[in-house]
Nanobody, 127 residues
C-alpha cells in the first residue's frame, strides 16, 4: 500500500556524484523509517543507509560511510541518497524501502525490517 519509485540512477565516472530520489505514494512517508539497499550482479543484497521517521537518526553501511548521505523531506514525501566519491564497487541496483516500525541500531540493517520496496534504479560507476 506504500508505493515507492526510485529515480536518479545512471552512469557516472569514478570520483563523481549522483543523487537518488525515492518518491512515495499511497501513504504519507512521515510514519515510516526509510532505508536504501543495493544489489550487484552475483552478490547478496547489501544495506546502504537508513533514516528514522523524523530524520533524527541515520545509519550507514561500512562501505559507504563518509561518502553517502541519506536525507528526507516528509513534506515532499521523498527520501534522498546523496552519493559522493563514487567507486566502481558502488555499481549496483539501488532499492529504497519503507518500514512501519521505528528504526534502531538493532533492526535498521535487516531487509526483514522493511515491508515495502521500490523497483530499483541502476547505478553504474566506470573506472
Amino acid at each position: 500500500q506504500v508505493h515507492l519509485v526510485e529515480s536518479g540512477g545512471g552512469l557516472v565516472q569514478a570520483g563523481g556524484s549522483l543523487r537518488l530520489s525515492c518518491a512515495a505514494s499511497g501513504r504519507t512517508l512521515s510514519t515510516y523509517g526509510m532505508g536504501w539497499f543495493r544489489q550487484a550482479p552475483g552478490k547478496d543484497r547489501e544495506f546502504v543507509a537508513a533514516i528514522s521517521r523524523n530524520g533524527g537518526r541515520t545509519y550507514y553501511g561500512n562501505s559507504v560511510k563518509g561518502r553517502f548521505t541519506i536525507s528526507r523531506d516528509n513534506a515532499k514525501n521523498t527520501v534522498y541518497l546523496q552519493m559522493n566519491t563514487l567507486l566502481p564497487e558502488d555499481t549496483a541496483v539501488y532499492y529504497c524501502a519503507a518500514s512501519p516500525r521505528q528504526l534502531f541500531s538493532n533492526n535498521y540493517q535487516f531487509g526483514q525490517t522493511y515491508d515495502y520496496w521500490g523497483q530499483g534504479t541502476q547505478v553504474t560507476v566506470s573506472s
